[in-house]
């Protein structure tokens, strides 16, 4: 079969990555295993427009990916597909996985892959090749001739992640990329990611995560295949390794580093782009890691008071933890970034203090405050739902680092988090310590329209 794969694209208000984007790698690199020929358009990097990619390509099969401030967009490519060719036309990602009947409502998705994709991507193009009946596919959604919604079993994650082959990146423009974190680094090259688990044992009330509560790792050998790979064939600079619980076994990632070390691998730098538990970390564990290539880590601190960590969100981790974590990162060299929380329910304005000023304590290289976003299928929204109001209901909106708080709740009012996010940016990196710390730092003034661009974000907000 001839396959498309599309991703819509993303308008964040902020300097993001823009690399590959590793999800539509795997789902081309197992068409691609399956016989099928394949194209992926990423209008992240390309301008489209979408109707002559159809027109020209040709697809028997179109997949889209989708997660919540995309599904619009995603929408409207399929719109796009169906105005030049009918064709099938697949959703999957984070949003429609949740919400797989309001993209079946749409009149130009005509199924939704959900959860885990690549063995179900499989299984769907097999039967649609076959002609034989969808409703064998578990983990698809679909409509049938009268636009009734059939949801079929769910699927099984994939136990033996070494069965998936390494991510289809000549699929993608990779000229057109730039580095795994542009508004920090500035580094010439390739910026290619890798997942070296998938899946997350903690279930943080604000985390959309789609899979279920199980942590699966690769092997050894099949991650430094890949990573050899990446490095010797593919030219990377910079890997960002994009698990999201990397080191719940410490003992394997202690294994991975040392291989990097012996390999002479750890030349080209890596990037933990989701961050670490920073209660499962310790100094010879970062310090290996840095040895092994590791610059940058981020750590998910979420909030500066312990009430919040423990009888909101869930977190499993005290404040202490989180400052033994960053003190040892500084002590073996490696660049942090922090991850901060603005608005979680049952907060105030001590409470939002507290994170601002923990925060300050720890002093990262980068602090991220967003403000608390109740996406579909979390916790939060559950919560929002039932106790508070919702301010925004177009996903277009839920973008959030942007400064619009997306639900108010008793005792917790909209003007109050906005204005205790500006605070937060404004606090933290307004210090005269903060700003010669910027302006000594060699990559400001190579990465410099970046770097005033983002000074200006924090002083107009």
């Known amino acids: 079969m001839r396959v498309l794969l599309i991703n819509p694209g993303s308008r964040l208000p902020i300097e993001t990555r823009t690399s590959p984007h590793l999800g539509l790698a795997y789902l081309g690199a197992v068409s691609e295993r399956r016989g099928d020929e394949v194209r992926i358009c990423d209008l992240d990097v390309e301008e489209g427009p979408i109707s002559q990619v159809v027109a020209e390509y040709g697809p ?29 036309v697949v959703l999957g990602g984070p949003h429609p996985t949740v919400l797989p009947e309001e993209s079946l409502a749409e009149p130009d998705v ?43 079993p769910d699927r099984s994650p994939i136990t033996d992640l070494d069965t998936l082959p390494y991510p289809a990146y000549h699929l993608f423009r ?21 997942l070296t688990s998938r899946g997350c044992p903690y279930r943080c009330i604000y985390c959309s995560q789609i ?45 991975l580093c040392d291989r990097l070390i012996g390999e002479g691998l750890n030349r080209v730098p ?22 092994a290539g590791c610059i940058r880590t981020a750590f998910g601190v979420e909030s500066g008071n312990q009430e919040i960590l423990d ?30 929380i603005i608005g979680l329910p049952g907060e105030t304005e001590k409470t939002m203090d507290d994170t601002i000023r923990f925060a300050i304590e720890l002093d990262p290289l980068v602090a991220n405050f967003s403000m608390a976003t109740p996406f579909p299928g979390t916790g939060l929204e559950r919560l929002v739902r039932e106790k508070g109001r919702m301010l925004v209901e177009d996903w ?22 906005e204005r205790k996010w500006q605070e937060a940016y404004r606090r933290f990196y307004l210090r005269p310590s903060r700003i010669f710390r910027i302006i000594r730092r060699k990559r400001t003034w190579l990465n410099l329209p970046q770097t005033v661009r983002m000074a200006w974000r924090t002083l107009a907000s």
């Open 211 to 255: 899979g279920p509560r199980k942590w699966r790792m690769r092997s050894p050998e099949n991650l430094m295949g890949e990573w050899r790979w990446l490095v010797r064939d593919q030219g990377a600079t910079e890997i960002g390794v994009l698990d999201d619980s990397f080191n719940i076994d410490r003992r394997r990632a202690l294994d």
């Open 396 to 417: 277009d909106d839920f973008a959030f680092f942007e400064n619009k708080p997306s639900f108010e709740m008793k005792g917790l009012s909209a003007e109050l988090v």
């Open 60 to 88: 028997d099969l179109v997949g889209i990916t989708a997660n919540t401030i995309q599904i619009r967009s995603a929408w409207g490519a399929a719109g796009e597909v169906k105005a030049v060719r009918e064709v099938p």
């Open 311 to 340: 009888r909101v969100i869930d977190k499993h981790q005290t404040l202490d933890q989180v400052r033994e974590a960053f003190r040892a990162a500084k002590a073996v060299g490696m660049e942090t970034i922090g991850f901060f």
């Open 110 to 152: 005509d199924m939704v892959v959900r959860g885990e994709g690549e063995a179900t991507w499989v299984d769907l193009c097999d039967h649609l090749e076959r002609e034989e009946p969808l409703e064998g596919v578990p983990g698809l959604s679909f409509t049938d001739d009268g636009r009734r919604v059939i949801h079929n």
């Open 174 to 194: 990779t000229d057109r990329y730039t580095n795994l974190q542009p508004a920090i680094d500035h580094r010439e090259g390739a910026a290619l990611s890798i």
């Open 270 to 291: 890596w990037i933990m782009i989701n961050g670490i538990r920073a209660n499962l970390v310790d100094e010879e564990l970062l310090g290996r890691m840095r040895e």
